[in-house]
């Protein structure tokens, strides 16, 4: 139902813009984006869980649930490390601390492609933000080695592909091994 209308909004915008332009649309959360068969259709980790939950501040809504507690108090226990679900403080920067096969890539990669949805559906995020529209924004993976973004990189193109949101703003022209145009 909303693919369908959506699509309705972009062949009106084609005819009148070489980039494609939608109407602003309702934005769902990171969490049920990332979690719902309809959008990325996760299947995320107690910790995965705990860092969607705290960075976008989602706790009000999905309350930690037994696993996520668990997690919870043994971050406090063995590192003295205390998630403050009760805070909707934004938070501005988000580093995570993780061992090998953490699932660090899935979920910054998840970030990004949640973030692009975001923009899509603003409509005309340059406006919002108060960009000139000839201005492209950019959402960048920054890594210590070109591999570890790379991977990202991929981790994030691969969601973009396997998603029927993204199908119509994908730009097959300016899509490469170190880029995707949208």
Not at 42 to 71: C, G, H, M, N, S
Not at 100 to 125: D, F, H, M, Q
Not at 138 to 153: L, S
Request: charged share 25%.
């Amino acid at each position: 139902q909303n693919n369908l209308s959506m699509q309705a909004r972009l062949a009106s915008h084609r005819e009148n813009s070489s980039r494609v332009r939608v109407e602003p649309m309702p934005i769902i959360d990171a969490f049920e984006f990332m979690t719902s068969p309809s959008y990325m259709n996760e299947a995320l980790f107690p910790f995965q869980r705990v860092v969607i939950k705290t960075f976008y501040r989602l706790w009000p809504k999905y309350p930690p649930d037994p696993e996520e507690e668990a997690f919870l108090n043994l971050e406090q226990k063995k590192w003295d490390i205390t998630i403050d679900v009760d805070s909707s403080v934004p938070i501005q920067n988000l580093i995570i601390v993780a061992g090998r096969r953490a699932g660090k890539t899935e979920i910054i990669s998840g970030i990004a492609v949640y973030s692009l949805y975001r923009l899509i559906c603003l409509g005309n995020p340059q406006s919002h933000y108060g960009m000139s529209d000839r201005h492209p924004i950019h959402i960048m993976h920054v890594a210590c080695k070109a591999e570890q973004a790379g991977n990202i990189f991929e981790g994030t193109k691969d969601k973009i592909f396997r998603m029927p949101f993204f199908k119509d703003f994908i730009d097959h022209e300016r899509n490469n091994s170190s880029g995707l145009g949208l």
